[in-house]
């Protein structure tokens, strides 16, 4: 009596023998289709770094101060988080919101982690992660300005509303505006600069940088609304083609918020009530 095969199922028939090396090579192929992560994280592999689109000037989130040049903010924490979880270094590649789409689409970086609005127009070109943050817009003036004092003060004749140019709030302050005049502000200058100069009365942004402006320039003010303006999410942003990479980008999103180290970031520069759930 011939005894059982270790399992205990009984012998094996000649041919399901001769198909095991056919199986165990099948099984091999299917476990490295698994962890093929696609060309970018090939890439990102290869080279050991991975290269992130920030904007170096966006205060509490990608900014690089002008004196020391550290770059500090929730996403250049969350960056180094990133690419620790992936076993590489982080590059951050300088962009600003004009050009973002474009280092990406033409493969200047991997990702761009900065605090990125996930809005239709942008989801046209782009691959957007789940969200990480919401935000909101405001308005931010001088203290001294005697126009502007109330959100009701603001679409008036007369007063100069300032935007930056690129930045997809545009049409919808265009939208809601009848009265006053909206003045597109070029790279080549700032909001911050406009303002200061007496050009524009007030400016929209989102509440993020119009909350960590405050901190850094004492003679700025934030005008609330009456109701929250235009909810935006923020996620990452990838080029489109590339879902194994998206994955990878998504999965350490979850895995940011539910280790606790997104909030722990975001409360360090007061953001912590607009973690994403």
């Known amino acids: 009596m011939r005894r059982p095969d ?3 199922a009984g012998p094996r028939p000649a041919a399901w ?3 095991q090396p056919l199986l165990a090579a099948a099984l091999a192929c299917a476990v490295s289709a698994g962890a093929h992560a696609g060309p970018v994280h090939d890439r990102v592999r290869a080279t050991g770094e991975v290269r992130v689109c920030i904007w170096p000037t966006y205060y509490g989130v990608t900014y690089r101060h002008p004196r020391t040049r550290q770059l500090s903010g929730i996403d250049i924490e969350l960056s180094r988080y990133f690419a620790q979880d992936l076993g590489v270094r982080v590059v951050h590649v300088d962009s600003s919101v004009d050009a973002f789409v474009h280092d ?5 970086c ?6 990125i609005g996930k809005l239709r127009p ?14 909101s817009v405001h308005a931010v003036t001088t203290k001294s300005n005697p126009v502007v004092r109330h959100w009701s003060d603001i679409d008036r004749p007369g007063v ?11 049409p919808a302050v265009q939208a809601r505006l009848r009265h006053a005049t909206v003045v597109t502000v070029q790279p080549s200058e700032t909001r911050e600069r406009e303002l200061a100069a007496g050009r524009i009365d007030v400016f929209f942004t ?15 003010r934030v005008v609330l609304p009456p109701s929250p303006v235009l909810d935006i ?18 999965t350490f999103v979850a895995r940011v918020k539910g280790d606790g180290r997104l909030l722990a970031v975001a409360r360090r520069y007061g953001l912590g009530a607009l973690v994403a759930p």
């Open 6 to 8: 270790a399992d205990g």
């Open 17 to 19: 023998r001769a198909a």
């Open 104 to 108: 990406l689409l033409t493969q200047r």
């Open 110 to 115: 991997d990702i761009a982690m900065s605090g």
């Open 122 to 135: 942008r989801m046209q070109d782009l691959r957007f992660s789940q969200p990480y943050l919401h935000s």
């Open 160 to 170: 100069a509303v300032g935007v930056q140019s690129g930045s997809l709030i545009l």
């Open 206 to 220: 989102n509440d993020i940088y119009a909350r960590q402006l405050t901190e850094s320039a004492d003679w700025t």
């Open 233 to 250: 999410p923020l996620a990452y942003a990838v080029r489109p083609g590339d879902e194994e990479w998206l994955a990878a980008v998504d």
